[in-house]
């Protein structure tokens, strides 16, 4: 694969039924060393003014996520055991546990997808069911 892809991320959430999604879509930077597959992008949310730079490091057992920036955060999705942080916002920290309850890595030649469905909660309290799914191509 080469070092600069496509990054395509969807990140979907259930909140009482209700499905609500986003879509990232971006150049990013893109490398495997020792097994594991890292991709680096950066990232302006909505309403900030603040870039947020994001790895991703992951391989056949389990997916990382690391945020620094406006929002700092550490997130392990392993279906093997739950994963609790804390997510530092604008608004001030949360506790969050992370549930995984499927965590899928299709790995071909020159394409990467990553599926991953988890439960969280915030403060000890069940807030949403939620899947990210990721597809990595060549620029």
Do not use: C, W
């Not at 909140?15 to 597959?37: C, F, P, Q």
């Not at 804390?86 to 995984?100: E, H, K, V």
């Not at 469905?117 to 990595?136: F, M, W």
């Amino acid at each position: 694969m080469t070092k600069q892809i496509l990054l395509n991320l969807t990140g979907s959430q259930l909140v009482e039924n209700e499905k609500d999604s986003t879509e990232l879509v971006t150049v990013a930077r893109y490398y495997k060393r020792n097994g594991k597959h890292y991709v680096l992008y950066e990232e302006m949310p909505e309403g900030e003014d603040s870039l947020i730079k994001n790895t991703l490091k992951f391989d056949q057992d389990s997916f990382e996520m690391m945020k620094k920036g406006a929002v700092n955060a550490q997130m392990l999705f392993d279906p093997e055991k739950n994963f609790t942080t804390y997510y530092s916002t604008p608004a001030g920290p949360m506790s969050m546990n992370i549930n995984t309850m499927e965590y899928r890595l299709l790995e071909e030649e020159h394409y990467i997808e990553v599926l991953i469905r988890y439960e969280l909660e915030i403060h000890n309290t069940y807030v949403t069911e939620n899947e990210i799914r990721i597809q990595i191509a060549p620029q």
